[in-house]
Nanobody
Framework: QVQLVESGGGLVQPGGSLTLSCAAS????????MGWFRQAPGKEREAVSC????????????YYVDSVKGRFTQSRDNAKNTVYLHINNLKPEDAAVYYC?????????????????????WGQGTQVAVSS
């Protein structure tokens, strides 16, 4: 059974840090470009970041939307079949449910953006709250 399971969310003070994990099962993560999205209450889902597959080359590319550049870092550990989102200097506007998903490799690699891609795997999300 294919699954993506996010974890690591919680309540953090503004300026704090958090690391979200997305563990895959039922498929091998190394072959996929993976991304993070978030959705705040009453708002549309927005893309956050992506990291390209390392199936062919160990070199990978990452892409971040402007609002998180310099504060968010996406990484992957293929041995653990897991991708991560390291978040620093959390702001109140970062509060949302964060989802990981398979995304379009070409868009990510070319720095075009983060777009859901085949085979369309999504996790259930992990909640990040930011409050003092």
């Amino acid at each position: 059974q294919v699954q993506l399971v996010e974890s690591g969310g919680g309540l953090v003070q503004p300026g704090g840090s958090l690391t979200l994990s997305c563990a895959a099962s039922g498929f091998t993560l190394i072959y996929y470009t993976m991304g993070w999205f978030r959705q705040a209450p009453g708002k549309e889902r927005e893309a956050v970041s992506c990291i390209t597959s390392t199936a062919i080359t160990k070199d990978y590319k990452t892409y971040y939307v402007d609002s998180v550049k310099g504060r968010f870092t996406q990484s992957r550990d293929n041995a653990k079949n897991t991708v991560y989102l390291h978040i620093n200097n959390l702001k109140p506007e970062d509060a949302a449910v964060y989802y990981c998903a398979t995304v379009d490799q070409i868009a990510c690699r070319n720095g075009v953006g983060v777009q859901p891609g085949p085979p369309g795997y999504w996790g259930q999300g992990t909640q990040v709250a930011v409050s003092s």
